[in-house]
């Protein structure tokens, strides 16, 4: 399916100026990753919208809060290293985060995130590391049967700025027909 940015605007929140520039990233994101369906995009774009702050954010907004000092250490995350708690702060679309999502992020993309984390931060990057994300979580399968608390809770791990997701998801099933 073909995206505008009308439509990348309404479903995550975009101005229409911002929504226009990132478009043939996610777009061809949305193509490699087979996020082709109007359910599909509706949810990818509500959380993708929610998570970069209607594209605004390819890089966590470091503090560091409790939270973000959390990540130090957190071998779930890969971070074994000291420092990696910063080093691999949530980056791209999806805010991909610790160490061995970096790790996994750099086969599935061939990209040095490991030497370079920061490479997660440029749009055709952080587009296409949404969409690897969302595929190696089988996230379409839970988008074609509208499960979208249960994509919320494998992206956050909880369910962090439902209101925000659930209000940028109607607007993008109202935009597509959904």
């Given amino acids: 399916m073909n995206l505008t940015s009308s439509i990348v605007s309404a ?15 996610i777009q061809a994101a949305c193509d ?8 599909r995009i509706a949810a990818f774009l509500a959380q993708i919208g929610h998570e970069s702050g209607g594209l605004v954010y390819t890089r966590e907004l470091w503090g560091p809060t409790p939270a973000q000092k959390g990540y130090e250490g957190r ?4 971070n074994t290293q000291p420092g990696d708690g910063e080093r691999f702060m949530g980056r791209g679309l999806l805010q991909i985060t610790g160490r061995r999502n970096y ?3 750099s086969i599935g993309l061939d990209l040095d995130l490991i030497a370079h984390p920061e490479l997660l931060e440029q749009p055709a ?3 296409m590391s949404a969409a690897w994300w969302w595929g190696n979580h089988y996230l379409n ?10 994509i919320t809770r494998i992206i956050n791990g909880g369910t962090n700025g439902a209101a925000d997701r659930l209000a940028l998801y109607a607007d993008a099933k109202k935009v597509l027909g959904v």
Avoid at 32 to 39: C, G, L, Q, S
Avoid at 75 to 78: K, Q
Avoid at 141 to 150: K, L, S
Wanted: aromatic share 10%.
């Fill in 125 to 127: 990057n952080a587009a």
């Fill in 103 to 105: 790790q996994l992020a």
């Fill in 141 to 150: 399968g839970y988008a074609d049967v509208e499960q979208f608390d249960r």
């Fill in 75 to 78: 071998t779930d995350l890969g």
């Fill in 11 to 25: 479903s995550t929140g975009a101005a229409k100026l911002r929504a226009a520039q990132w478009l043939p990233a």
């Fill in 32 to 39: 490699k990753y087979v996020i082709n369906t109007p359910r």
